[in-house]
Nanobody
Framework: QAQLVESGGGSVQVGGALRLSCAAS????????MGWFRQAIGKEREGVAS???????SYATSVKGRFTISQDIAKNTLYLEMSSLKPEDTAMYYC??????????????????????RGQGTQVNVSS
């Protein structure tokens, strides 16, 4: 069964850190591009980070230098290390996968708009 299950969300103060994990199963974990997007209440969906099977990565400008995406293919697990968190990072974070034909297509924006699978989401709250 194709499934993505996120964990690791929670509430932190400004400047804090969190690590999100995403356990993939079935076809959801076999697609070439995986990553994270987020959606805050009243705001549009935003691609956060993506990683291709060849390990190339893409980040939204708003998180570059603060977030790091990684994957453990053997464990079918995706990670998002978040640091220096800001109130504007507050959102529901979704793990997603996308059948990108080319690694250049594996961008956080494409993942957010064109994903084939996504999880139920994990909430991240950053308070000042």
């Amino acid at each position: 069964q194709a499934q993505l299950v996120e964990s690791g969300g929670g509430s932190v103060q400004v400047g804090g850190a969190l690590r999100l994990s995403c356990a993939a199963s079935g076809m959801a974990g076999r697609l070439s591009c995986m990553g994270w997007f987020r959606q805050a209440i009243g705001k549009e969906r935003e691609g956060v980070a993506s990683i291709h099977r060849d390990e190339s990565t893409s980040y939204a400008t708003s998180v570059k230098g603060r977030f790091t995406i990684s994957q453990d293919i053997a464990k079918n697990t995706l990670y998002l290390e978040m640091s220096s968190l800001k109130p504007e990072d507050t959102a529901m974070y979704y793990c997603a996968s996308y059948a990108a034909i080319l690694s250049e297509s594996c961008t956080s924006g494409n993942l957010a708009a064109n994903h084939n699978y996504r999880g139920q989401g994990t909430q991240v709250n950053v308070s000042s």
